[in-house]
């Protein structure tokens, strides 16, 4: 099962998690949505099956790289100025990052 890792969960990200989710069991993937807040991450996967919820302060650097290593790809749905310290991890552990940015 391919593990594709959300960090974010905002309001522009609700349709992406909502599409990968219901491609999840057709395609083999495990959506973990991280935030700084499980509350909302947790309305948007509704309990399913193939989502899991974690609670991620980005600036905590042990723990996101952890979640960014165990991850086969990283989508940032954060500002455009955090993305910077999750593409170095991305670079680290040679991981695609995917993010919402112009920038």
Known sequence: MRKILIVGAGRSSSAMIRY???KSTEQSLKIIVADISVD???RLVNNHVNSQVV???IFNV???????KS???VVSMLPARFHL?????CLEFGKNLVTASYI
């Open 71 to 73: 991850s086969d790809i």
């Open 85 to 89: 310290e999750i593409a170095k991890d």
């Open 40 to 42: 909302n991450a947790k």
């Open 55 to 57: 609670q991620l302060d």
């Open 20 to 22: 990968l989710l219901d």
């Open 62 to 68: 042990e723990d996101r790289k952890r979640w960014v």
